[in-house]
């Protein structure tokens, strides 16, 4: 055949070798689009718990300043009735 029947050979081989290569790479490709869509799937609930989270944080803010408020109050109305008390105290004795 000659050096023509020779080139066509190792065309044939080469056209092989390059499918071959392309399948796997399909094949890598699809495998990665799977792994991208669970990364957007975890993601995606990473997210959600996030915001459940912040939501949950917001109302403990609100909660510990109430509480807060209602401890201030608890101690001004403890500081006057010591106040007050010492006054009593202090006008009743001689």
Same mark, same amino acid.
């Given at each position: 055949? $000659?050096?023509? $029947?020779?080139? =066509?050979? =190792?065309?044939?081989?080469?056209?092989?070798?390059?499918?071959?290569?392309? $399948?796997?790479?399909?094949?890598?490709?699809?495998?990665?689009?799977?792994?991208?869509?669970?990364?957007?799937? !975890?993601?995606?609930?990473?997210?959600?718990?996030?915001? !459940?989270?912040?939501?949950?944080?917001?109302?403990?803010?609100?909660?510990?300043?109430?509480?807060? !408020?209602?401890?201030?109050? !608890?101690?001004?109305?403890?500081?006057?009735?010591?106040?007050?008390?010492?006054?009593?105290?202090?006008?009743?004795?001689?």
């Amino acid at each position: 055949m $000659g050096k023509g $029947g020779n080139y =066509v050979t =190792v065309a044939a081989s080469e056209v092989d070798e390059l499918r071959r290569k392309n $399948g796997e790479m399909e094949k890598a490709v699809e495998e990665m689009k799977k792994e991208m869509l669970q990364l957007w799937r !975890r993601t995606q609930v990473a997210e959600e718990a996030e915001e !459940r989270l912040c939501s949950q944080l917001a109302e403990l803010e609100a909660e510990s300043l109430d509480q807060a !408020r209602d401890y201030h109050s !608890r101690i001004i109305f403890l500081m006057n009735e010591l106040s007050r008390l010492s006054s009593d105290s202090a006008s009743a004795s001689p």
